[in-house]
């Protein structure tokens, strides 16, 4: 089983940074620590479905913690874009998937 790292930030500190949070990216990785100091998600996949994201995803956020604390995880790289963001700009069915940079 996976171990969850220490969150070293105290429940009131990541509280008022989740609701000051400007950018939803980043909003969201500091409400996945949120929920796992309080307790609310006890394991990545609770945190992943409290969330609307794949586990690894939180397994991915964990590790950006684990090297770097706060400043490392809510570094957001450029030109990525979440993938609903990149499905849901398709205006019917038929439309042609959006071209995406690797």
């Known amino acids: 089983m ?3 790292p220490e969150i070293d930030e105290p429940v009131d500190w990541l509280d008022a940074q989740v609701r000051s949070e400007q950018d939803a990216q980043v909003q969201r990785r500091l409400q996945m620590l949120l929920l796992l100091k309080t307790g609310e998600a006890k394991s990545r996949s609770a945190a992943a479905d409290h969330l609307g994201v794949h586990r690894n995803t ?3 956020w964990l590790g950006r913690y684990e090297e ?3 400043e490392k995880l809510c570094e957001i790289q450029p030109g990525t874009r979440p993938w609903s963001a990149v499905h849901s700009s ?3 069915e038929g439309a042609e998937a959006p071209f995406i940079r690797a």
């Open 2 to 4: 996976y171990n969850l």
């Open 58 to 60: 939180i397994a991915n």
């Open 68 to 70: 770097g604390g706060t």
């Open 90 to 92: 398709r205006s019917d």
